[in-house]
């Protein structure tokens, strides 16, 4: 007997896979393990690094799976995580290995530009300007229209 899918399920599968082949575009690497990776990597150092009310924000605005890795094993209390760009890319880096190994400034820009795109402006400007200068550059330029 075959099944419907639910809805909101295959919506949210079918937008993390355009995210993970956006940034794989971004990274020029065809490797969907690596965008997932990438993602995974800074999203989970980015959260570290966010007040835990921006970090809730910012989530909101991601697909439901994607939100949902996200906030897989966050622990809020004593947020924000206070370190620099090396540590942020040091996490990202760790969590690249485990996709094959990549560059991980080039994974955080990556990604940011993918994310850049998929949420509102406003609330990725709180979510920069929650974030020390030199984690900010990781970010591409804000291209006025």
């Not at 075959?2 to 896979?17: L, M």
């Not at 835990?52 to 924000?57: H, R, T």
């Not at 909101?60 to 897989?72: D, H, N, S, T």
């Amino acid at each position: 007997m075959a099944k419907d899918g639910i809805k909101a399920f295959d919506t949210t599968v079918h937008e993390t896979n355009l995210i993970l082949n956006d940034i794989g575009d971004e990274m020029g690497d065809p490797r969907t393990s690596i965008a997932y990776h990438a993602l995974r990597g800074v999203l989970f150092a980015l959260r570290d690094r966010l007040p835990m009310s921006e970090a809730v924000q910012f989530a909101a605005q991601l697909p439901m799976l994607v939100r949902g890795i996200f906030f897989e094993g966050y622990r809020p209390t004593g947020k924000p995580d206070k370190f620099d760009k090396d540590t942020f890319l040091a996490r990202v880096s760790e969590e690249l290995k485990m996709g094959g190994g990549a560059n991980a400034a080039d994974a955080a820009r990556a990604v940011f530009a993918v994310l850049q795109r998929r949420v509102d402006r406003g609330e990725i400007d709180d979510v920069r300007s929650a974030l020390p200068a030199d984690i900010r550059k990781l970010w591409p330029e804000r291209i006025s229209v």
